[in-house]
């Protein structure tokens, strides 16, 4: 009997654990989209480690390729990609305000937001 209940309690572990993962990270979320605190590209710049949510408000000044920007507050700029699945709020240009959502990677040597939400402000 132990046997038979052996497989199947690690079977039902192994479902479970990666729903404990995700709702972990979804716990990091807040309302709205937005992901962890308020900051400055200067402050990212300076303290902030790969894998740090943030959320950034300022203008996407520039494309550099494909999915990738330069995005720039008062403070400076910062390459951001963002993700294919992420929708756009309608047409935005480098004069209109956005906030971007989504968490600090480092691409090569480059510090890079990973976006996951963005929308007008």
Same mark, same amino acid.
């Given at each position: ?7 199947? %309690? %690690? ?10 993962? %995700?709702?972990?990270?979804? %716990? ?38 494909? &999915? ?48 996951? &939400?963005?929308?007008?402000?």
């Amino acid at each position: 009997m132990i046997k038979r209940l052996l497989p199947a %309690a %690690a079977l039902c572990l192994s479902l479970l654990l990666p729903a404990a993962f %995700a709702t972990d990270a979804l %716990a990091q979320t807040k309302p709205g989209g937005g992901f962890g605190k308020k900051v400055t590209v200067a402050q990212v710049l300076e303290s902030e480690r790969p894998g740090t949510p943030v959320q950034l408000q300022g203008r996407i000044a520039d494309a550099i390729m494909d &999915n990738y920007y330069q995005f720039k507050d008062d403070s400076g700029q910062i390459q951001i990609k963002v993700l294919k699945s992420v929708v756009w709020p309608g047409q935005v240009d480098q004069y209109t305000n956005v906030e971007i959502s989504g968490f600090l990677i480092m691409d090569g040597d480059i510090p890079t937001v990973e976006v996951h &939400n963005i929308r007008r402000m």
